[in-house]
């Protein structure tokens, strides 16, 4: 490595966060960090890291999506038989990290794990662009290929047999919606001294209330 990582430094500053002006629902709060992420980061302002536990318990996370999001939760889509999917089959929570650099902002959720309906599934399915709805039959996740080449073939055949045709929605593949029962804001403040607000949802209310850094 040609440079110490050890001496990368960033000072931070941004907004303060205060727990006595927060709203009292915190999807508010994440709904209004989302709109002014997606002007700051474009495209990937609905980035997100999702970590799930497996039978052992033990953490696995990958960056995936965001594609919806309401009072009910934040939702992304993938395929059931992913090692997710069966992480998330056998222990349904998870934990998801936002990160945005241009506003120094982090937002972490944790909160249980539900499939979505069918019909909500099947409409963002037929939102997709066709070469992504025919990539949710290609690929076989997290399984074990020989190389490129068999995945070329198999987008190859699935071109042949749906060619003229709507792509349906594949069974093992559709969305899954983290309910929070956890949220925490985070906004970068100099000299490390940074504004954390907690949301914990118990006794069927949310409750607010502030962090050391």
Request: glycine content about 8%.
């Amino acid at each position: 490595m040609t440079r110490n990582i050890a001496d990368i430094r960033r000072d931070y500053e941004g907004g303060r966060l205060d727990e006595a002006m927060v709203p009292e629902q915190p999807m508010v709060l994440f709904d209004e960090w989302l709109t002014l992420a997606l002007d700051a980061e474009g495209e990937d302002g609905n980035v997100m890291t999702l970590a799930t536990v497996d039978s052992q318990g033990l953490p696995h996370a990958r960056v995936v999506l965001l594609k919806g999001c309401d009072e009910r939760g934040l939702v992304f889509y993938t395929n059931y038989h992913s090692h997710k999917g069966s992480e998330l089959t056998n222990v349904p929570h998870a934990a998801l990290v936002f990160w945005w650099p241009s506003l120094g902002r982090q937002v972490r959720i944790e909160g249980r794990v539900e499939l979505v309906s069918d019909e909500e599934s099947d409409a963002y399915f037929n939102s997709r662009p066709r070469a992504s709805q025919l990539g949710a039959w290609v690929a076989t996740q997290s399984v074990v290929i020989p190389d490129r080449h068999w995945i070329e073939e198999r987008q190859h055949r699935f071109e042949q047999a749906y060619e003229g045709q709507e792509i349906p929605r594949p069974v093992h593949w559709g969305g899954y919606r983290v309910v929070p029962d956890m949220i925490e804001f985070w906004q970068g403040q100099p000299s490390r001294l940074h504004d954390r607000i907690r949301y914990e949802y118990r006794d069927e209310s949310w409750h607010s209330f502030r962090l050391a850094p």
